[in-house]
Structures are given as structure tokens and as C-alpha cells.
């Protein structure tokens, strides 16, 4: 087996708040975790204050918070969420600081319940444990060796994962076409640069809302942006074309009938509640197709990332 | 079976069988052993034995999703057994077990007591595993849906028949949803159990207020992690006491809720010979490493030379 999780305490540089409902956390990681990063992989996260929180607590460095409690305690572990958060790598990079290589990650997050809750109170000079890069990623490097038309298509938050993949085709000489489509305010320019970034790294960046009203978005669903796409391009266009998408299931669902019309190579990055995070309990499963019925795939390990054709979508 | 290995405070002698730590990785929640070893620096050899995930003779699909929910201080999961059968156990997952210096129990689980028996007859001729657990919590079909575990008499036949079916060591696994958990364990003894371990998740549910439906797929799932500890150590306890009574050489591997090397110690102390921990890695995937090293440093600081001098050890208050 490769060893290409890390777990580390990564230091957070940076929290951006987007509105109350959205932030972004840039984190330094090191160069390994980096270096086995690919767009679609997710981190897993703990989320508890106390470890991963303020005055750089972790496993073995809550001597501070030991004080209060009988000495040597490792008692303060049980009142913690026992579960990680699946966070996709939203962007990753490397800088220089100071002549010093630095390995970034960021996340994009959108508080929910506890859990995102709790990492939406870090913030710099604190520390997130993690374990990273987890997963099969998009499989892009192909679409890059065969000079393919990239369109993405994304549905709110699906939009997490596909930074990292447009810095990673923008690389390599791939101007793709996004399609983000998104029903609650998202504010994607205000205090966040997400906006400009994908403008930079696309050939076209086309946002459609069906709740959001504004001039320069299309009226109706994703969906419907990318299929009148898809009717508009020459035959040999479309043969030439893949589709990566990330979004609701019921958004990816559509994206996967209109891949299967239209003859397109599609990969789709799901989601499913974790356990273990690393493929060890099955209890992040999501039904495939097989023969004339079914099996289950690990969404964590044999995903996040699947080829649309595979998954059976109910 | 035991590999070559240096005794130190940390050995445990289960039936035999040498285990370099007391800390076993618990049934369900480690695979057949592959996973964790995709984490940089993690060593399956850091473990004392690993359980196996529940094999079945055939193929089992699971149910369908969500399969897992969290709770207060712990996480409810339903996976429904899923696992690809003996067979190909056997190709694809068993070869793979070679790699590793530590010691591997198999965990079976069957719906009828001539499943149970077949199933142990296959694992019986694995040199590769060192003891067979079963899994008695699975729901007995031909005799209408109650599991096999809640009823002495059952649980009696399925140890009985399992028993017949190998010369390895075999561990009955116990489950903490019966009215007097001694009743089982007195049928599993009888029945020539070589260790009984105990307990499996705690049945429980989870309902979402706004759709008034349980979270869980499958409605109802079994509760592991912190929430369960107490509940864990007073069934260890009380098992405990009656095979002590009867002077009986058995020894039990305790688990729900570790996810410290004071609830490992609590557990040895209640009366269990090693542990095992399942959700606890799910949080920290180093676990076994970090309560190997804080169980060490007690041994040393309190001058106790192994694990052996831990065990029972708890005195009652009058
Ligand atoms: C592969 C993957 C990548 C993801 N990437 C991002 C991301 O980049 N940014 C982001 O904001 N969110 C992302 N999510 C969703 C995010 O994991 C959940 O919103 C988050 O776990 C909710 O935690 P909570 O404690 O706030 O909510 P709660 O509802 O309290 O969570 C309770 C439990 O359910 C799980 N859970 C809840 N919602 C989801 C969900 N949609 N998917 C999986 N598990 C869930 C939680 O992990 C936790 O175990 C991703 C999910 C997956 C599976
Ligand atoms: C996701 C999950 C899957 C499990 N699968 C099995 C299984 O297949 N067979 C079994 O005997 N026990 C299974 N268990 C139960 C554990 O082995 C253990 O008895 C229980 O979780 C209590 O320990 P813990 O609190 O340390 O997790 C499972 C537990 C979890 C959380
Ligand atoms: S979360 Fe455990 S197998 Fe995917």
C-alpha cells in the first residue's frame, strides 16, 4: 500500500470571512501532503476546539488545558466531536515567504451544524489537524495528454473542488468553461477573490441562479446552461469534450443524463457521510452500477471523484 | 501465528497467543487491514492483533446509505455487515495479511448454526489467522429474525458448533443488548468458549426532527464510542467476577468507547486480559501508538511490571 495520506497539524494563515454563512481557510501543509495533492481529493478534519483550536492545541500539545484537569489527563478527548469533517482541497499551491518554500491549502466552507460551526471560530496562528490527500481524484492529467475541451459544471458548494482543477488545467495550457449555478447568496465577490480567480483561469465563466437576480447571471438552472452549451457546439466539439462536475445530487443526476446524451466522457464528485474517512468501514458507500444490479463503492477511497457512467443514481 | 517479538511491560498471553500490546483493533472498523496503511507513518505493527471485518460465507451487499450517524459523545452505524464472502476473502484480501508482523483475528458471521460452522471450518484452515472471534449479534433467519446473541440457548449451539469446527482459539463476542449478559456468557462458556469479548454497538436510533424520519437508512443502528464506555465496564465487570468465581481461565477482551489510555486502563482494571478500539481511530488513526506509549509511561511511574498485574484489579466498595 503507498502511504499517500499525511496526517498533520497544519497551521492556519488565514480565515476570510465571505458572509455569515461562508469562509475560507488558508492552511500551511507540508510539502508531501502537497505533493500527493490532486484536484478532487479531500482533507479529513477534526473540528474539535480544544485540539485543533486555539493556543495550538493538538494531541500531544494541550499541556495548557492538562493544567486544569488532573495532570496527565487524556480525559478531555471524550467530550470532543468524534467525527471528521470531509473538506475538499479548494486550491492548492505553493509560495515563496521569505525566499522559504510555503505548501498552501485552502478550504471553502459553509457552516452547517457543529462541526463547521467550530472551524468557523479558527483562525490565524491556530492549528487543524488533518488527514490529506484522501481519495481518487478527477482524472484531469488525461484530459491534458489528449488536449481535450474541459467544461466544468457546478451546483453551490460543488464549486469547492474545482478551483484546485482549473489552477491545475490552467497549468497546463487548458482554458476550461465553467458553468456555476447557485441558489443561495453566495456573495462570490464579496471579500473573496474566488470570483476573479475563475475568471482568470477560464475561457468563459457563466453563473446562473434561479432565486439570485442579477444582470450578468442567467436566469434558470446550471443545467440548462450547460445542455444549450452542449447543443450549440459542432459534433466534432462535443467529441472533443469532458466534463467535470460537482454539485447536488439531484444537480448531478441531470449533468450525468446530459453527459450520457450528448456522448461525453463525465466525472462527478459525490458526497456521503464518513466514518473512518480512509476505507476501512463502508460506511461511506454509494451505489454503483454492476452487471444488471448494483454494488456498493467506498465514496472516500474509491471516490469522491466517479466516472458517470458507473454511478447509479436513484 | 505469535511472530518473533520482545517481551516488554506491554506483552499481553491471550490463550497462548502473544500479542506485543494489549491494544487490538476492533471488528468492522479496520477492514481487512489495508486501510490505515495508507496513512503516512502508520504502522498496522503498533497494533497487538487486529480484528478482521465480519466475513460471511457468501457475500453480503450491506444497507443502503447513510450508514452512520454521530450522537453525543459517539456514532451510530448500520452498515449491515457488508463484506465480499470467504471466497474472495480468500482472493483478494488474504494474501495481503502476509505483509504484516502482528497478529490477525478473524471475525465470522452466519445465519444459520451450519453457516457458523461452515465459515469457522474455512477460517480453521487459515494459518495466517490466530483465533476466531464470532459475531453472535447477527439475526438468525431460520428462526424468524432474533439474533443469535439474545438468547442463551442459541448462542450456545453457535459456539458449540463453531467450537467442533476448528482448533484455534475461539473468542464468542458478546452483545450488551440482553436483560442478564451473564446468561450468555455462561451458555458461550459452556459451550467451550477460549475468551469471550464483549460488547458489540448498543442498539439505538436517531430521528430527524424536521422530516420525522430516522437518519439511519436502516432506522435503527448500533451505538459505539464514549457514549458507551460505562455501560462496557460494568458488563466486563460483571463477566468478569463469574469466570473469577468459578476460577475459570478465560480471558476478556473489553472494548466500547476507548478513545484514551484511561479508559484502556479502566477497562484492564474492570477485568479485561486486552482491549480493543474501533471508533476512538476513526478520530485518531495513531491511537494504538499514543496509548501504547501513555500505557507504558503508567506502568513505569507506578512500578508495575506488565499489564497481567492490572487485570481485575478493581476493589468493590463494601
Ligand atoms: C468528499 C466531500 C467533500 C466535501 N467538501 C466540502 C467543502 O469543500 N466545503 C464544505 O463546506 N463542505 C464540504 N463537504 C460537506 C461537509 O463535509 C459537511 O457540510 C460537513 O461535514 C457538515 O458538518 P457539520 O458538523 O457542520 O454538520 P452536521 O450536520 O452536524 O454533521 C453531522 C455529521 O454528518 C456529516 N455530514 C453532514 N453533511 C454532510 C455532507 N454533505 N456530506 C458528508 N457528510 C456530511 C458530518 O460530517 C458529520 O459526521 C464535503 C463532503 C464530502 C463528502
Ligand atoms: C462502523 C462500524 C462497523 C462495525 N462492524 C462490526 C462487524 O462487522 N462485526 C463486529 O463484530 N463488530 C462490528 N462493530 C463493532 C465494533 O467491533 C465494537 O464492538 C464496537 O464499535 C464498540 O467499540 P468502539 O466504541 O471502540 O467502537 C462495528 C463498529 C463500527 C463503529
Ligand atoms: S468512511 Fe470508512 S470506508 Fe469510507
Known sequence: MQKTIISERAHVLRKTVINERYFKLKVRVSKSAFNHASPGHFAYVLCSQEITGRKNRTFEDYKELKNYLRSDSDSILQSQLILRRPLCIHDAYMRKEKGKEQYIFEFLVRKKRSGTALLAKLDKGDTLELLAPIGRPYGYERSVKEKRDVIIAAGGMGIAPLVFLCRKLGENGILPVIFFGFEEAFALNQGSSMDDDLKALSKSFTITSNTIIEDEYEKGFVTDTLAKHLRGLAPKAVKNTDIYACGPYLMLKEVAKIADEFGINCEISLEERMGCGIGACMACVCKMKNNDGFKYKRVCIDGPVFNSKEILFE | ?318
Open chain 2, 1 to 318: 501465528m505469535s511472530k518473533k517479538s520482545k517481551a516488554t511491560s506491554l506483552s499481553v498471553k491471550l490463550k497462548g497467543i502473544k500479542l506485543t500490546s494489549p491494544l487490538i483493533a476492533a471488528s468492522g472498523t479496520f477492514g481487512f487491514a489495508e486501510d490505515f496503511e495508507r496513512i503516512e507513518s502508520f504502522s498496522n505493527e503498533d497494533i497487538g492483533a487486529i480484528t478482521l471485518k465480519s466475513v460471511s460465507m457468501l457475500p453480503m451487499a450491506g444497507n443502503p446509505p447513510p450508514r452512520i450517524v454521530e450522537t453525543p459523545a459517539g456514532i451510530l452505524n448500520s452498515i449491515g455487515l457488508q463484506n465480499p464472502g470467504i471466497q474472495e476473502f480468500k482472493a483478494a484480501h488474504l494474501p495481503k495479511l502476509r505483509k504484516y508482523n502482528t497478529v490477525f483475528i478473524a471475525n465470522i458471521v452466519g445465519f444459520s448454526i451450519d453457516e457458523y460452522a461452515k465459515i469457522a471450518k474455512e477460517f480453521d484452515g487459515i494459518k495466517e489467522i490466530a483465533a476466531i472471534e464470532v459475531n453472535i449479534s447477527c439475526p438468525n433467519v431460520k428462526k424468524g429474525g432474533i439474533a443469535f446473541g439474545t438468547d442463551p440457548k442459541q448462542s450456545y449451539k453457535v459456539i458449540e458448533a463453531v467450537r467442533k469446527s476448528t482448533s484455534k482459539p475461539v473468542i464468542a463476542k458478546l452483545t450488551p443488548n440482553v436483560t442478564e449478559i451473564i446468561d450468555i456468557a455462561r451458555a458461550c462458556i459452556d459451550a467451550g468458549t477460549d475468551m469471550i469479548s464483549l460488547i458489540n454497538t448498543v442498539n439505538a436510533m436517531v430521528i430527524d426532527i424536521n422530516t420525522k424520519k430516522p437518519v439511519l437508512f436502516n432506522n435503527n443502528g448500533g451505538l459505539s464510542g464514549p457514549a458507551i464506555k460505562p455501560v462496557a465496564i460494568y458488563q466486563v465487570n460483571r463477566v468478569y467476577n463469574y469466570i473469577r468465581e468459578r476460577k475459570l481461565a478465560i480471558p476478556i477482551i473489553g472494548m466500547g468507547g476507548i478513545l484514551t489510555f484511561e479508559d484502556a486502563l479502566e477497562f484492564i482494571i474492570a477485568g479485561a486480559s486486552a482491549v480493543s478500539i474501533g471508533t476512538g481511530s476513526f478520530y485518531d488513526p495513531f491511537i494504538y501508538k499514543r496509548i501504547n506509549a501513555k500505557i507504558t509511561e503508567y506502568l513505569r511511574v507506578n512500578k508495575i511490571s506488565g499489564i497481567s498485574g492490572l487485570v481485575g484489579s478493581v476493589t468493590m466498595n463494601s
